[in-house]
């Protein structure tokens, strides 16, 4: 900008640019100072648009950048407040003249109450939109498959760990960012999450989209013997509880004593598939309460009564790294899907059996983990923390 107002001061005084012809010593055929003067003119805005073009926010990858950030912010507000927010205003549009639209889509949500737990209303429309390009190339995230799965048989992905917000989860699977579609042709991904979620108007239907569907028995009966073969349901293990030891450079699971996947499975001969996310506790730091203190004791409660623990987290802010804010760190996540472990269908499956495909389940990811934790920046003697 700077050289375009200089370039503009220099046209006025009918100052010579740089390679602009001089007049003629003889007044004969040369150029006249105002042949030359025009001359500059021309350049003169050339070079000045070229600088105006190159200047600092339209550089592409500087405004790429800004993009990415923006499509994980809308995604984070969407986690932490959309449902509540459209609540509080479906409700205020009751007391206005706007009260029927209310009464038209509370009249929807008795009809359409049970959607969701028969897998919900899928659009690949959404699915491909360019915003989720940008929120995985912020980290980036990664998806890498280890081998092929058929599309004769039904599916239980752990996804370990929880993090703050399972980002690696939703972008793997309820986007098509990293094309799960592809490499895991004819598999249908379902990532599974509270069914408090899908009490809540507007924030129901975003997330039915994208292919997330309630936790519950209900929900992976249905999804597991009712929606034919080649759906690959993913749970994210630990949980709230997993949550609440998030923090970067920690590599622990809560899975030792979380069976209810494992029955599942076995009741429904769905193969268990051990899933890794590198780098998911990097993306955000929280304040972590001792056992026994007054913190954890009221997160232990809404864990128990809302089925969700309060975190007090932070990440870095919209506009600088340096500061704090609800934007995750670009640290990257890598999303490794392991083998799946034949598991046979017993329709009362006995403790016995719960317990003997749920160790196998726990070595085999401590397998993937240390087979890959190298490859993604880990030392070789780090070791995977079960609880």
């Not at 993913?234 to 923090?247: C, D, K, N, Q």
């Given at each position: 900008m700077k050289t375009l107002i200089a370039a503009y001061s220099g046209v006025l005084r009918g100052e010579?640019?740089?390679?602009?012809?001089?007049?003629?010593?003889?007044?004969?055929?040369?150029?006249?100072?105002?042949?030359?003067?025009?001359?500059?003119?021309?350049?003169?805005?050339?070079?000045?648009l070229q600088d105006l073009f190159s200047v600092t926010w339209l550089n592409r990858s500087k405004v790429e950048k800004?993009?990415?950030?923006?499509?994980?912010?809308?995604?984070?507000?969407?986690?932490l407040v959309l449902g509540v927010a459209c609540t509080v205003i479906l409700m205020y549009t009751f007391c206005t003249d706007c009260w029927l639209i209310a009464v038209l889509y509370f009249t929807w949500l008795v009809f359409d109450w049970n959607t969701p737990k028969k897998g919900g209303r899928r659009s690949q429309w959404v699915r491909n939109w360019a915003v989720w390009r940008y929120f995985r190339d912020y980290f980036p995230i990664q998806l890498v498959k280890t081998h092929n799965l058929l599309t004769t048989r039904n599916y239980i992905f752990g996804y370990h760990p929880h993090g703050i917000m399972g980002l690696g989860a939703f972008c793997n699977f309820s986007t098509e960012a990293t094309e799960v579609s592809k490499k895991f042709p004819g598999i249908r991904p379902y990532l599974a999450t509270l069914a408090g979620n899908f009490r809540m108007p507007v924030l129901r239907e975003y997330l039915m989209s994208g292919g997330i569907c309630p936790v519950n028995r209900d929900t992976i009966d249905y999804l597991l013997s009712k929606n034919g073969s080649g759906n690959a349901i993913?749970?994210?293990?630990?949980?709230?509880?997993?949550?609440?030891?998030?923090?970067p450079g920690k590599n622990a699971v809560t899975l030792r004593n979380r069976k209810g996947f494992v029955k599942l499975a076995l009741r429904h001969g769905a193969d268990l598939v051990p899933t890794y996310s590198f780098g998911e506790n990097e993306v955000y730091k929280q304040v972590i309460f001792e056992e026994g203190s007054w913190g954890r004791w009221v997160q232990k409660k809404f864990q128990k009564y809302i089925g969700f623990a309060p975190c007090i987290f932070h990440g870095r802010g919209l506009f600088s790294s340096d500061t704090w804010g609800l934007v995750p760190y670009s640290k990257p996540i890598t999303t490794v899907v392991g083998e799946p472990i034949t598991i046979p269908k017993l329709e009362h499956p006995t403790q016995q059996d719960i317990d003997l495909y749920h160790a196998m389940y726990m070595e085999a990811l401590v397998k993937l983990f240390d087979k890959h934790k190298t490859s993604f920046g880990l030392p070789e003697t780090e070791v995977l923390e079960v609880n």
């Open positions: 010579r640019r740089p390679g602009c012809p001089r007049e003629s010593s003889d007044g004969g055929s040369g150029l006249s100072w105002e042949g030359a003067w025009r001359w500059g003119t021309g350049s003169s805005i050339l070079s000045a800004q993009l990415q950030v923006i499509s994980v912010l809308q995604w984070v507000l969407s986690f993913i749970i994210v293990v630990g949980g709230a509880a997993e949550s609440l030891s998030s923090m």
